[in-house]
Each structure stands twice: as structure tokens, then as C-alpha cells.
């Protein structure tokens, strides 16, 4: 590729931005050319992550949108929810290609929105315009979309986890149970008492008990996914580690099965898409097995006796739960192998 698809990041001081950063500035294809923060604009981005020094040099820029347009081709939003909502409409509106990695465009009822992030929903016209990017799942609506709803971190975790079931109809869509726990990133850069170092340490805590605002977007993707409305129960928990997320999903069968026959059947559903794999019997994935990888690592286990499923998801919530799939939906969108800039096997140990 002789010119370079040119990228601007907005949010660059977070967590998930400094992870684009990371796996950006290795892309073939891709040029960072603005890293944008409204909170330490004239800074260079080695003063908050010192990692980069002479890595990356620029200073940070402010919010501007028309600088923006003269400076990129597409941008990615790393922001808080709340934010995206105001600006994504005025970047694509200026022609940028946009992947917003917050949620304001992944639920499709701005009641719905409301009532579980707690902000006045984005404009509806914008929410129908954004293309949901759960790659393995919608990548054909991905392929030549300029903009995208990148999904959240426990819901891709678990609806990976969830798909090919929900889409054949081969379970009782009233017994979905799924416990999710993850990394302390996960709440972001932000100082809080929940993540504070001697309150998470040695400790392992349930939290936004039935009041997670991913349960929504899971139901939503599981219910157009089966063609019925679904309601599961979803329960999150923080353990005292950086990174990942593992989902431990409990299913019904609608008709007796065979392990090897649901096993087979995730293998067919994921063909051709180089980031999940799907573990032999008896085989279960950890965090460890992800981290720092674009990797969504699956094991099964039907239980004889109750003739329930167990699934077990595993990612790194970082990669594959924000900054990854958003490289992998920008590959797709731009007619790129979707493994493009991604190749990288996981940190270990």
C-alpha cells in the first residue's frame, strides 16, 4: 500500500487509546497522524505514558473537528460514554470513517440507552447510521461501512460465547445465565474507590449486580441473532488482575445433543475467522492464555447430567474487548485481511 490510511484518536489518555496506539503504530496499512485529548491538549503523550517516549513523539491535540478532517481519514473515539454521542455525528458528518469504542450507538432504543448508562441517548438518525462490529459475527456489515458501534468488553466476550447457539435456536433462550469477571482495566484510567489498589487487592467482589449496562446490548444482539426477544441474567465481577475477561455461560439444551456435535457446530460457525478458537474436550481457556492478544479462546462442557452446557469465553478486555476488534473492524471496513496489524500471538507468561 503506498499511502497510508491516515488515523486520528480521540481519547489517546485512556486505556483503550493508548492500546490503539500500541497496535496502530504497527499496522501496515495505518499512519497515526493526531492523538487528541481535551484534558492535556499541547502535552506530548509521553508525559502521561512514558512507555512511548520516542515511540511516539506528538504533542496532544485538542478537540477540533476540522482539524480532524484535514489531518485524517478516519477516527477512532476512546472517550467516555456521553461523549461520542455529541461528536460522532460532527465527524462523520465532516466525511471521516468513524469507530466509536464507547457505547453510545451500540443499543438501538434510546430509552433503553438511557435508562442503563444513565445519559441522554445519541440522535437516532446517527444510532441507525452505525454499523454494530461484533467482526465474527456482522463482519459482513462491516465490509465498506464508515461507521461503527464497536462492542463492549463483557458483551463480546459473552456473545461470542453465545452466537452460534442463539443463531440455530439449539437452546432454551430463558436459561441464559452468564457470570463475567474481569481485570480492573476495565474501568478505565479514572480514579475510583472500587479499583483503588487496597481495596481490589486480594479481593474478588460482585458488582452492578442485575444493573449492568451490557446486559442490554447482549439481549439485543442475542435477540436478533434467535429472532426473539431474550432475557438473561448477567452478573459482573472484578478480580484483582490487570487484564481479561473470563464469562462462564450457562445454557438449557432444546434437544438432546452430543458435546463433540455442539463442538462441531461452533467450529463451522467460526471457519474463516483467525480469533476464536475453539478448545478440544475437556480443555478449558484462561486469561493468561489471551493476554495482550486479539483472541477470543472458547471450551465446552456438557454436563450429563443435568443435561445443561457450560461455555467458558475468555479475552483480553483491552484487545479484543475495545482496541482490537476496533482494528479488526477497520480492517474489514477497509477490504483489508481482518488479521491485518492483529497477528500477534499472546504474552505469556
Known amino acids: 500500500m ?26 501496515p496499512n495505518v499512519a497515526i497522524t493526531s492523538v487528541i485529548s481535551s484534558s492535556s491538549a499541547g502535552a506530548p ?34 472517550t467516555p460514554h456521553g461523549v461520542a454521542s455529541e461528536l460522532a455525528p460532527r465527524l462523520y458528518d465532516a466525511g471521516l470513517k468513524v469507530i466509536d469504542i464507547s457505547g453510545d450507538f451500540r443499543l438501538t432504543s434510546g430509552e433503553v440507552y438511557e435508562t442503563w448508562y444513565k445519559h441522554k441517548p445519541a440522535d437516532a438518525a446517527y444510532v441507525e447510521k452505525a454499523v454494530y462490529g461484533l467482526a465474527e459475527v456482522f463482519g459482513e ?21 453465545l452466537a452460534p447457539l442463539a443463531a440455530n435456536g439449539w437452546i432454551d433462550l430463558k436459561s441464559i445465565i452468564a457470570d463475567a469477571k474481569s481485570g480492573v482495566s476495565g474501568a478505565g484510567r479514572g480514579l475510583s474507590l472500587l479499583v483503588h489498589y487496597s481495596e481490589i487487592n486480594e479481593n474478588f467482589l460482585a458488582y452492578k449486580v442485575n444493573k449492568h449496562q451490557h446486559t442490554p446490548e447482549i439481549e439485543q444482539v442475542l435477540s436478533r441473532l434467535a429472532g426473539e426477544e431474550v432475557i438473561m441474567t448477567f452478573t459482573t465481577h472484578l478480580v484483582p488482575m490487570t ?27 467460526y471457519e474463516g475467522r483467525p480469533f476464536v478458537r475453539i478448545r478440544d474436550k475437556g480443555k478449558y481457556p484462561a486469561t493468561k492464555e489471551v493476554w495482550g492478544s486479539n483472541y477470543c479462546d472458547i471450551g465446552l462442557s456438557l454436563d450429563p447430567r443435568t443435561g445443561r452446557l ?17 482494528v479488526q473492524n477497520l480492517n474489514l471496513m477497509m477490504g483489508w485481511d481482518e488479521a491485518t496489524g492483529l497477528a500477534f500471538t499472546p504474552v505469556y507468561p
Open 2 to 27: 503506498s499511502t497510508k490510511l491516515r488515523a486520528a484518536i480521540i481519547g489517546s489518555t485512556g486505556y483503550g487509546g493508548v492500546e490503539l496506539i500500541r497496535l496502530l503504530l504497527t499496522h
Open 45 to 78: 503523550i509521553a508525559d502521561g505514558f512514558p512507555h512511548l517516549n520516542q515511540i511516539l513523539t506528538d504533542k496532544l491535540d485538542a478537540v477540533d473537528v476540522e482539524l480532524i478532517r484535514e489531518k485524517a481519514d478516519v477516527v477512532f473515539l476512546a
Open 141 to 161: 456489515e462491516v465490509k465498506g461501512a464508515s461507521f461503527i458501534s464497536n462492542p463492549g468488553c463483557y458483551p463480546t466476550a459473552t456473545l461470542l460465547g
Open 243 to 269: 487484564r481479561g475477561i473470563l464469562s462462564t455461560i450457562y445454557v438449557n439444551l432444546k434437544e438432546t445433543r452430543s458435546e463433540d456435535e455442539i463442538r462441531e457446530l461452533y467450529r463451522s460457525y
Open 310 to 326: 457450560t461455555i467458558i469465553s475468555v479475552i483480553d478486555n483491552v484487545v479484543k474487548g475495545a482496541a482490537g476488534q476496533a
